[in-house]
């Protein structure tokens, strides 16, 4: 979808076009900037979290697992996606991605 929309959209516009091609949920990541959840009702900026990236392998991963886990746990869409942001913070934050995905307890402890 980026590739057909080009490089130069907002994280809004990019939600707004996936909202406009059917999804019912859109999530655009950031990076360190944050993430952005949008669905027809509403739009919210998660903010980033900050950690000092040891390794940025698995942290995408651990974000998708993340937004699953959270969306099956019946949280809700911005719930969710803040937990899987944590997630993803803590795993860049780790050497090895193999052995950092992190329990539930310790996704919450970048949340408190």
Known sequence: MATKLGTNLSAVDYAKALLNSGVCLAIVKGGPNGVLVADENSVTEIAGIRVTTRCGLGAGD???????HGILSG???????????AAG????????????????????????
Do not use: H, I, K
């Open 62 to 68: 651990a974000f998708g697992a993340a937004v699953v």
């Open 75 to 85: 949280w809700s869409p911005n719930e969710s996606v803040a937990f899987a942001n």
């Open 89 to 112: 913070a803590y795993v860049a934050s780790q050497l090895m991605c193999s052995d950092a995905m992190p329990t539930e307890e310790q996704v919450r402890g970048l949340l408190n």
